[in-house]
Every structure is written in structure tokens, then in C-alpha cells.
């Protein structure tokens, strides 16, 4: 091993968060070169706490034989929502390369039912609490087609910490740490978790996207009060209607307000 790849190792084992928020600002051709010269359980590592939608980007870099050996050796929960987001006719391919049993327990986490939490869910930002304020905001701006309100903190199994709210996030001191800045008590809720019994959930009031996790505390996804109340029946109730009207208008303040906060910060 030469001098470069053990000081990148070492940076890697030290600081995995700060390396894996560097490669989510990579295009995800080379995170596939970068992530091919690691051993497998430094690629897993860092993949497994990137942006989700990157990682899956960079799987269709990779050689067959890594692509193998991460999901063979990943975490059956973390590996079918990656997959998730690969189109079928890809992700097919990869699933006929791994052990009949790993690709029948991987096929059972991505077939959520239809009008459960778990088909409805979308990913989630996550960070580490140790990231400052001006890190975790260069995130958000590096993912702005996506709508966030929430910024997931795990740690190195992606079991789910708490959140650091985004209006809080922004008007806080740059150099302070998301530690200073997590709620730990949130709403979590199942995958499994029908639809229709989380539509008149008081948190809606409070909260505009709820976290989903397994049974290990480990976070899939997040469900967004958008996504939620789209099976609404025609018969709604009143109080659904207040929380669908109530948190719509909250929703569109918070986002136009968001939107102008981003732009200033960080100038």
C-alpha cells in the first residue's frame, strides 16, 4: 500500500462523514473509479451514508464484481432502497449476480404494499452530528431539487439520531455544530404502517415530513404530508381537512421563505 491510499484510508476511518460529503459533490463517474481502488468495507461504509440517490448513480459506474460484492455484503435494508432508485431493467441485472437467498431477501424489502408508508416514501438528507452549520447548508444547496425542511442525523449504521430543522439551520452561527441544533424526540413510523392511519396524525401540524425506519431504528426513507394525504378519500373529515388546509398554507410560507433564506446565506 503506498503512502496516498494510507493516508486516504486513514482519513476515511477517521472522518467518514467528511468523506463521504466530499464524494456527494463528485459527479458519480468518478466516485465509481474512486470507490473501485477501496476495499469493499470502506466502500460500503461511506456509501451507506452519502446521498442516497448519488450512491445508486455510482452503481451503474462500477464494475459487475463490486456491484456484486457491495450488495452481497450491504445491509438488506439500505441495499433495496438504493436499488429502489435504479431503474428495473439495470436492477435486474445486478440481482441475477448474488446468492438466490440474499436477492429473495432484498426482493421482500423493495416490494412494499400498495398504500403503505413504505411505497410512498421518498429519501431521506441525512448528516452526521458532528458537521458544522455551513457544511450541512452546502448540502442542502448541492441538493435543490429536492424540497427539504429536515435534515436526518444518523450515525455510522444509519440509525436515526434525531433532525436539525432547515429554518433553525440557517439562522444559526456557521461555525456551530448540528449537535448544538438536534431534536432527538420526532415521529417515526414504519414502512409497513397503512396510509390511511397516518392521515389525521396531529404531528402533521407540526411536522411536514415524518421519518421511516425499521425495526433497528435504522432510517429508510422519510414520508412527506404531500405524499401522505394523496389516497384521501372523497368522504374526508373535518379534522383532516383542517390539517390537509392548515399545513398546506404553513408548507408554501415555510418554502417561499426557505428559498429566499438559501439564497442569502453563505454570500
Known amino acids: ?57 455510482c452503481f451503474l459506474f462500477l464494475p459487475t464484481s463490486k456491484t456484486k460484492d457491495l450488495i452481497e455484503k450491504g445491509e438488506p435494508n439500505f441495499i433495496a432502497s438504493l436499488l429502489k432508485l435504479i431503474e428495473a431493467p439495470r436492477r435486474d441485472v445486478f440481482l441475477e449476480k448474488i446468492t438466490s437467498d440474499k436477492k429473495d431477501i432484498i426482493m421482500r424489502k423493495m416490494e412494499h404494499l400498495p398504500n403503505t408508508v ?39 449504521d444509519r440509525t436515526l439520531k434525531g433532525v436539525v430543522i432547515v429554518k433553525d439551520l440557517l439562522l444559526a452561527d456557521k461555525k456551530a455544530t448540528l449537535e448544538d441544533l438536534i431534536i432527538t424526540s420526532i415521529p417515526k413510523i414504519f414502512p409497513e404502517t397503512q396510509i390511511k392511519s397516518v392521515q389525521n396524525y396531529a404531528v402533521w401540524f407540526d411536522y411536514r415530513h415524518i421519518a421511516v425506519i425499521d425495526k433497528s431504528e435504522k432510517i429508510l426513507g422519510t414520508l412527506s404530508y404531500k405524499k401522505a394525504m394523496e389516497l384521501t378519500d372523497e368522504n374526508i373529515d373535518t379534522s383532516k381537512n383542517e390539517v390537509l388546509e392548515t399545513a398546506g398554507a404553513l408548507g408554501e410560507l415555510y418554502r417561499i421563505g426557505l428559498t429566499g433564506l438559501l439564497k442569502s446565506v453563505g454570500k
Open 1 to 57: 500500500m503506498n503512502v496516498n491510499q494510507t493516508i486516504l484510508n486513514d482519513f476515511i476511518d477517521k472522518q467518514p462523514f467528511a468523506a463521504a460529503h466530499t464524494l456527494d459533490r463528485m459527479n458519480s463517474e468518478e466516485v465509481a473509479l474512486f470507490m473501485q481502488s477501496l476495499p469493499i468495507e470502506k466502500s460500503l461504509k461511506l456509501i451507506s451514508i452519502m446521498n442516497i440517490k448519488k450512491a445508486s448513480e
Open 118 to 156: 413504505g411505497a410512498l416514501m421518498e429519501t431521506a438528507l441525512c448528516v452526521n452530528k458532528e458537521m458544522t452549520v455551513k457544511e450541512a447548508i452546502n448540502i442542502i444547496k448541492n441538493n435543490k431539487d429536492k424540497e427539504e425542511f429536515y435534515l436526518y442525523v444518523i450515525d455510522l
